[in-house]
Every structure is written in C-alpha cells, then in structure tokens.
C-alpha cells in the first residue's frame, strides 16, 4: 500500500533524509551516517519514502543508492500555494495594524 506523501513528511527524520539528497544521490551507509540512529532504522524511514515515491532505491554492487524523487514534494507545493497566499494576507494585515500603532 502506498505511503501517504504528508504521513511521510510528518517524520523529521524523513525530512532531514531528503534534505540530504537534495544535492544528489547517496548510499545508504553514507546517509545512516548523519543520524544518530540504527542502519537498520534509517532503512526502515527510506522504505516509508519509497512507499511514498518520495524516493528511488538504485543498487550498485553492494550498496544501496537514494535519489530524491521531486514530484510528490511539487505536488504538495501546489496544495500549499493558496495557504502561502492566505497567510501572506494575513501578515500584510498584521504590519498595517502594527505601523497604525506605532507611527
């Protein structure tokens, strides 16, 4: 069953995994290497990204390469859009009642 893309991103250690593949691919060791965590742990968050297409797993020998799969993360950026929208309003509004205070 496919992971949910915002179920996957709710986990700040799968946040931070993406982040480390933002500059491009990376193995598995290298990657556990970041965490103060379990190779076995860290597997088990990619699994959840892989789940989620967030990630893709490409083997080389014995190793296990992550690339960063940017689609879903595009997605959720186009869900977000109208919020950033909502929220900039709101601050615009917040700073006008601000300046008439304190002139």
């Known amino acids: 069953m496919p992971t949910d893309v915002f179920s996957a991103l709710a986990n700040p250690v799968r946040r931070k995994l993406l982040d480390c593949l933002r ?8 990657l556990a290497g970041e965490f103060e965590l379990s190779r076995p742990a860290i597997s088990e968050h990619l ?3 892989r789940q989620a297409r967030l990630v893709r797993e490409e083997p080389r020998g014995r190793q296990r390469y992550y690339h960063l799969e940017p689609d879903p993360l595009a997605e959720v950026h186009q869900w977000l859009h109208p919020f950033e929208h909502y929220w900039r309003a709101r601050l615009r509004a917040l700073r006008d009642v601000l300046d008439e205070e304190n002139p």
Do not use: M, T
Not at 23 to 30: E, L
């Open 23 to 30: 500059d491009g691919p990376r193995a598995v060791n290298d």
């Open 47 to 49: 699994q959840v990204l």
